[in-house]
């Protein structure tokens, strides 16, 4: 194995280590801090002002120290690591004569990592200020990152789906060609 092949796999299982930390552990802590409501990272079809107050009103102290504390530094590296993760996978993938393409298929991963940190931003602010010193436009803004991360990484998750449909597909096809 290269030294490529063991720092690119080294950075996948760095991705699913903190992601798998978040997903098992943290969050679910944060949302039973909050009486079972869905933490502001799990709502990718976003969130109204009323949603917000009552999702704070609910995180106990405990909790709200906890997510604007663990959770951030855990979510701090998240976005990062997923966006070279998918980037880095997607020109594995991509074909070397796709040329260009291959590097803006691979930029794709950047937009959810910047929603992402926007989120992040936003969701501090609101544990800062409490559900009675939220205002509506922080929560509409809080809740369109979360949204736009939602959906911009799902279109790169997408195109890595598709790229390693097509490369399972020409491994497949591969032995069955006829010379």
Do not use: C
């Not at 990718?44 to 002002?49: A, L, Q, S």
């Amino acid at each position: 194995m290269t030294a490529n092949n063991r720092i690119f796999w080294l950075v996948v299982a760095a991705t699913l280590g903190d992601y798998l930390v978040m997903v098992l552990w943290s969050i679910p802590r944060i949302s039973a801090e909050a009486g079972g409501l869905p933490v502001f990272d799990l709502r990718p079809g976003g969130y109204t002002h009323e949603e917000a107050r009552a999702f704070l009103a609910a995180l106990s102290a405990e909790g709200t120290h906890f997510y604007a504390n663990v959770q951030h530094r855990l979510d701090a590296a998240y976005p990062a690591l997923l966006a070279v993760t998918l980037a880095w996978s997607i020109l594995r993938l991509a074909p070397a004569r796709w040329g260009v393409w291959r590097h803006l298929l691979a930029a794709t991963a950047i937009p959810g990592m910047v929603f992402d940190y926007l989120e992040n931003r936003d969701v501090a602010r609101m544990l800062a200020l409490g559900p009675d010193g939220i205002a509506p436009d922080l929560v509409r803004t809080a809740s369109f990152h979360s949204q736009a991360k939602a959906a911009t990484s799902s279109v790169a998750m997408t195109i890595l789906l598709v790229l390693l449909a097509l490369w399972a597909f020409r491994r497949w096809r591969a032995p069955h060609k006829k010379v």
